[in-house]
Nanobody, 118 residues
Framework: QVQLVESGGGLVQAGGSLRLSCAAS????????MGWFRQAPGKEREFVASIRWIGGTTYYADVVKGRFTISRDNAKNTVSLQMNSLKPEDTAVYYC???????????WGQGTQVTVSS
């Protein structure tokens, strides 16, 4: 069993910053990448950012590029998402996910709420 637990969500004013963290625990598994997704009320879940576990190559959705930064700590089994210059449209539940292969994300966290007020 693999558990992903997100933390760091909350309420922030537009223009502010938040840092999300995701801790992986449970059985050991080979990891291809980890990512962050989000789902706003009434909308489908969307990709935010991902990072290859080996090599650290990062990918971002266009809407967050230049504002968000994903990073990982291999030793601590954590991945973080630094979110700057937040906008009200960034309001969503943010989910951490882990992929064993490039095919799909296999494990998901429960999500953490991020609310950006205008």
């Amino acid at each position: 069993q693999v558990q992903l637990v997100e933390s760091g969500g909350g309420l922030v004013q537009a223009g502010g910053s938040l840092r999300l963290s995701c801790a992986a625990s449970g059985r050991t598994f080979s990891r291809y990448a980890m990512g962050w997704f989000r789902q706003a009320p009434g909308k489908e879940r969307e990709f935010v950012a991902s990072i290859r576990w080996i090599g650290g190559t990062t990918y971002y959705a266009d809407v967050v590029k230049g504002r968000f930064t994903i990073s990982r700590d291999n030793a601590k089994n954590t991945v973080s998402l630094q979110m700057n210059s937040l906008k009200p449209e960034d309001t969503a539940v943010y989910y951490c996910a882990a992929a064993r292969t490039r095919e799909k994300y296999d494990y998901w966290g429960q999500g953490t709420q991020v609310t950006v007020s205008s």
